[in-house]
């Protein structure tokens, strides 16, 4: 079992930068692969960025891709999204995902934990 505990998110202008982590339990986490995933209201659940297992590839949705950086530290079992030049489009519940094995993917239902997302809200 792992439990994943977002934070980092919070209200910025247009232009700024955020950086959200996600800790998470268990001893496994170094074998999972790890997502970050949006929910904006009235929209569904969409992918964000994806990290292998040992961090070397990457995976971004298109509407963030050159903004936005994911990246792990396994020995403090933590995932980062390093978030810059922010939009009002932006504007969502961010959740971390683990998947139980190491390569990345990009829909929420290859994902088996789930935090329980913090809010990222961008002003105009």
């Known amino acids: 079992q792992v439990q994943l505990v977002e934070s980092g998110g919070g209200l910025v202008q247009a232009g700024g930068s955020l950086r959200l982590s996600c800790a998470a339990s268990?001893?496994?986490?170094?074998?999972?692969?790890m997502g970050w995933f949006r929910q904006a209201p009235g929209k569904e659940r969409g992918f964000v960025a994806t990290?292998?297992?040992?961090?070397?590839?990457?995976s971004y949705a298109d509407s963030v891709k050159g903004r936005f950086t994911i990246s792990r530290d396994n020995a403090k079992n933590t995932v980062s999204l390093q978030m810059n030049s922010l939009k009002p489009e932006d504007t969502a519940v961010y959740y971390c995902?683990?998947?139980?094995?190491?390569?990345?993917?990009?829909?929420?239902?290859?994902?088996?934990?789930w935090g329980q997302g913090t809010q990222v809200t961008v002003s105009s």
């Open positions: 995902a683990a998947r139980r094995v190491s390569t990345t993917a990009t829909m929420v239902s290859g994902y088996d934990y």
């Open positions: 268990g001893r496994t986490f170094s074998n999972y692969a």
């Open positions: 990290i292998s297992w040992s961090g070397v590839i990457t």
